[in-house]
């Protein structure tokens, strides 16, 4: 996406120096753009954990890129000491953050590809850039998929409004700072709105990092498309009151029966939702399905974060960059990063392949290539 009319993704390899990755360092957003260099596998793992990057789509095309650094400054006097350093640096990139399921996913595709192929390190570290860049370019693809389908819902409830203005409520930020490009939830709101759809968004400030305050407001505000922030409680109001015709959230990690982990809230927004008859959709690319569990309430792992994110709020005070304690001093806190919508509530789930109900049937008529590897209850 443009960020002062210069076109940007969220990660990519230095045009001079193939040795080194560049990311946008979304904690300084929105009041400082600024691109960092990283050119270590250590340096990406404290990247992903301490939410330079961040974002399910995102932080696996960054652990894709993460493994290829980890090929450059592994051990090459041998094959098999390559791939015990790879294997290494593998376990700690996918411990970076549990709940996101891309991350896993992007290692494991690294790892496989330079287990079956790869006659020597050199042959290995290329399989590396290549499969890096080809997880970047198809979550790009897929994001810009899932808004040609997504906008079709956006554009009905357009027609049966008579072309006034379509509101859309979403949580933290699934824009194109979560993935490479594009993002999942809004990237139906950036086509539509390019289509000449009237669209309006209601930005959750989403605390405690405020992704939807921070990022999803300045993603909006850099394409132009009129948004409202609101605190994390006010979306009940806003539904109770007519004002809002859709939610879309993105999500960390979908069941192939449906169950949505996303950003703490979602589900209670799902709640509010189904309560007040208003669709609520979960925008995914096929990488976020973890085809292995059937029951995300109690399988899919929560993580929980430093309690400073609770006690702390940051923002801009006299042009620095501030951490506040809202708290007591030590007040015991607790962060939980997600919680698990269950499918019932999920109105559908838009994919790059198209719109499918949140069920095991759904899912599985969309993605047929895993039927009959999916357990069974
Ligand atoms: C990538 S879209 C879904 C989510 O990743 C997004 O809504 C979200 O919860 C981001 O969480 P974050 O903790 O900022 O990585």
Redesign the pocket.
């Known amino acids: 996406m443009n960020v002062a009319g210069i076109p940007y993704r969220t990660i990519w390899l230095d045009q001079e120096d193939a040795g080194v990755v560049k990311i946008i360092d979304q904690r300084y957003l929105p009041h400082r753009f600024i691109v960092e260099s990283l050119s270590t596998p250590d340096q990406m793992a404290r990247a992903i954990t301490d939410?330079h990057v961040?974002?399910?789509?995102?932080?696996g095309a960054a652990a894709g890129f993460g493994m290829y650094l980890a090929s450059l400054t592994a051990d090459r006097s041998s094959l098999d000491s390559f791939m015990v350093d790879m294997a290494r640096s593998a376990e700690m990139l996918i411990a970076t953050?549990p709940?996101?399921v891309?991350l896993s996913w992007a290692v494991q595709r690294i790892l496989d590809g330079i287990s079956a192929s790869g006659a020597s390190v050199e042959d290995k570290i290329a399989i590396c850039l290549d499969s890096a860049h080809a997880i970047a370019d198809e979550d790009a693809d897929f994001c810009r998929r899932i808004g040609r389908h997504g906008a079709e819902i956006i554009t009905g409830i357009s027609n049966s409004k008579a072309g006034a203005t379509v509101n859309i409520l979403t949580?933290?930020?699934?824009g194109w700072l979560?993935?490479v490009d594009y993002?999942?939830?809004t990237s139906p709101i950036y086509t539509a709105f390019g289509q000449g759809i009237d669209v309006h968004v209601w930005v959750d400030e989403?605390r405690p990092?405020n992704?939807g305050a921070s990022?999803t407001a300045w993603e909006l505000q850099q394409q132009g498309i009129p948004y409202t922030v609101i605190v994390d409680n006010a979306g009940g109001h806003l539904m109770q009151h007519g004002m809002v015709d859709l939610v879309i959230?993105?999500?960390?990690r979908t069941t192939f029966t449906g169950d949505v982990a996303?950003?703490i809230g979602?589900y209670l927004k799902a709640l509010a939702a189904r309560d007040n008859g208003i669709p609520f959709y979960v925008?995914?690319p096929s990488s976020?399905f973890d085809w292995t569990v059937r029951d995300g309430v109690r399988d899919i792992p929560i993580?929980q974060?430093d309690g400073e994110e609770v006690r702390y709020i940051e923002g801009l005070a006299e042009d620095r960059l501030t951490s506040v304690l809202i708290t007591p001093q030590n007040s015991p806190v607790a962060n939980y990063?997600?919680d698990v919508t269950p499918a019932r509530l999920v109105t559908g789930l838009i994919t790059e392949r198209g719109i499918c109900p949140a069920s095991e049937e759904g899912t599985l008529s969309l993605f047929p290539e895993h039927r009959g590897t999916v357990p069974q209850p």
């Not at 961040?54 to 932080?59: D, K, T």
């Not at 949580?171 to 699934?174: G, K, L, M, Q, V």
């Open positions: 939410m961040r974002g399910a789509g995102l932080i953050r709940t996101a891309n949580h933290c930020n699934a979560a993935f993002g999942t939830a989403t990092r992704q990022l959230t993105g999500s960390d996303n950003k979602t925008a995914l976020t993580e974060r990063a997600f």
